[in-house]
T-cell receptor, first 113, second 115 residues
């Protein structure tokens, strides 16, 4: 079963616009991660936010975490056509460090030039 | 290239045949993970290793699936008597055990098609 659920399932925006994706999870976490997957390729780690953090930035990415609501959001600002990909949130399968990950179904982002 | 590599990238086989996939992790990483991903879904965890020890294998999909990491470096995933439902992308990832963060580095995947 999948712990994280992303919303929306698909998102289409114009280049230059911001894209926001949401993730909800079920159990307590040490951290939450976001990954990107280009079509038919492996996943690339984007950002990790720890349970004691509320917001984190990396370049054009901004991640928020609300542990009381068990939710996270990923904001991509000033989107580019190259941002077209699927985005997944992931949490740890076991309550210890360095465990396998549980992924949601992902949000498919299309950025139109 | 110092990333995670997988071989082959694509495999087409007939139902009932056995297939084996190889994963070479990042050289200093001691954890290695196998996931399966079907169309429109996120990756689903199968099994993982720390060095040569297999830490969890109960989530392998059936007894037709097995994995090894004999020398703590590369790993193989074998599927015996393949079925059409085994068609999927098989992803390998590796990580370095350090602290509680579990960032994983993924390979490009092996896409299996069972006819």
């Amino acid at each position: 079963s999948q712990q994280g659920e992303e919303d929306p399932q698909a998102l289409s925006i114009q280049e230059g616009e911001n894209a926001t994706m949401n993730c909800s999870y079920k159990t307590s976490i040490n951290n939450l991660q976001w990954y990107r997957q280009n079509s038919g390729r492996g996943l690339v780690h984007l950002i990790l936010i720890r349970s004691n953090e509320r917001e984190k930035h990396s370049g054009r990415l901004r991640v928020t975490l609300d542990t009381s609501k068990k939710s996270s959001s990923l904001l991509i600002t000033a989107s580019r056509a190259a941002d077209t990909a699927s985005y997944f949130c992931a949490t740890a399968l076991f309550n210890s460090g360095n465990t396998p990950l549980v992924f949601g179904k992902g949000t498919r982002l299309s950025v139109i030039a | 290239d110092t990333g995670v590599s997988q071989d082959p990238r694509h495999k087409i086989t007939k139902r009932g045949q056995n297939v084996t996939f190889r994963c070479d992790p990042i050289s200093e990483h001691n954890r290695l993970y196998w996931y399966r991903q079907t169309l429109g879904q996120g990756p689903e965890f199968l099994t993982y290793f720390q060095n040569e020890a297999q830490l969890e294998k109960s989530r392998l999909l059936s007894d037709r699936f097995s994995a090894e990491r004999p020398k703590g470096s590369f790993s193989t995933l074998e599927i015996q008597r393949t079925e059409q439902g085994d068609s999927a992308m098989y992803l390998c990832a590796s990580s370095l055990v350090w602290g509680t963060d579990n960032e994983q580095f993924f390979g490009p995947g092996t896409r299996l098609t069972v006819l």
